[in-house]
């Protein structure tokens, strides 16, 4: 661990209790601890996310974060989802975030830093959350139309396993509330973006939070990955004096393996690391054809997101194409 100061001898047991703790204004840590300067220090030291990526799922949050992997000049982001903030187990009354500030230490001081968990948008608890301990955080959001975004996530829980072969997507669709909460078993709930997003609105101003068309940025990254990069950058920054690649690669295809059994082994290899094992499995891939939506699915959808997408717009204050 590195100092700016190195501590005394008898500073040293306190300098380490931030490796597992986190200074906040309600602290429970003992109060002779909390006013400690070596202790204050070394957190502000820790680096934060300056962005979050919220979802939401299937909108392609994960093809936004490989543009940030792509241009590792001006961005860090850890190369999973933490799903901290909706986590109570990680969360632990605060007391993880420390140790969630840890995914950021190999950021580099050029590094714009941020992560994506598209759990976080439909989270009861994450925004204020994440509020209290990033007040000046910007946040992102992509949203795609909900009636493709829930079939989207129908089709993916079925091909990892999660969602049974025989139950369709207009059994999925219909009963949801009795599977309310329960991954892939409710692939409707999360594509209420109004009230997901109010939880947001009311925990941070407005300029922090970035809302996309997922349509726009996949039909014209050119132009929405720039006004991204103008949010997230701070304002004294000429965008054009950045070299940034402003393709949107595409990720998380629609595939299937051709050798399930095999990519389990490969996925539970432990003598194997991430880029190895997904390098791996993905030989084993190939795309699937398109599964059509029937009208009358789409027809129910449109009116199950009704009101969720008037009230949007509300809170918008303007149209908002999906």
Not at 141 to 148: H, K, M, S
Not at 302 to 321: M, P, Q, W
Request: hydrophobic share 35%.
């Amino acid at each position: 661990m590195k100092y700016l100061i190195e501590p005394q001898k008898d500073e040293w047991v306190i300098a380490k209790k931030l490796e597992y703790c986190e200074l906040r204004v309600n602290s429970q840590i003992i109060p002779s601890v909390a006013s400690d300067f070596t202790l204050r220090l070394y957190c502000e030291q820790m680096n934060k996310p300056k962005f979050l990526i919220i979802g939401a799922q299937k909108a392609g949050t994960s093809s936004l974060r490989k543009f940030m992997e792509r241009n590792p000049m001006h961005f860090f982001t850890p190369r999973r989802e933490l799903h901290f903030w909706n986590r109570d187990r990680e969360y632990r009354n605060g007391e993880g975030v420390s140790e969630y500030f840890r995914n950021f230490d190999d950021a580099a001081p050029n590094q714009l830093i941020g992560e994506k968990s598209p759990s976080y948008l439909p989270s009861q608890f994450a925004a204020e959350r994440i509020a209290f301990h990033l007040p000046q955080v910007k946040i992102v959001a992509i949203l795609r139309n909900p009636a493709d975004r829930a079939h989207s996530a129908y089709l993916h829980g079925q091909r990892i396993g999660a969602i049974p072969k025989s139950r369709t997507f207009s059994q999925a669709i219909r009963d949801y509330q009795n599977k309310e909460g329960i991954p892939y078993g409710d692939v409707v709930s999360q594509g209420f973006y109004f009230e997901s997003l109010e939880r947001y609105f009311k925990n941070f101003d407005a300029d922090q939070i970035h809302i996309m068309s997922f349509s726009k940025l996949t039909e014209n990254p050119q132009t929405i990955l720039p006004e991204l990069v103008r949010f997230l950058m701070p304002a004294e920054i000429d965008l054009k004096s950045l070299e940034i690649d402003y393709e949107l690669p595409r990720v998380n295809v629609a595939r299937t393996s051709r050798f399930p059994q095999l990519v389990k082994r490969i996925r539970r290899s432990k003598k194997l690391s991430l880029e190895q094992r997904n390098y791996l499995s993905a030989l084993t891939f190939r795309r699937l054809s398109e599964v059509s939506m029937l009208p009358e699915d789409r027809m129910l959808l449109d009116e199950i997101y009704r009101e969720s997408n008037d009230n949007l717009i509300k809170r918008l204050g303007h149209s908002f194409t999906f």
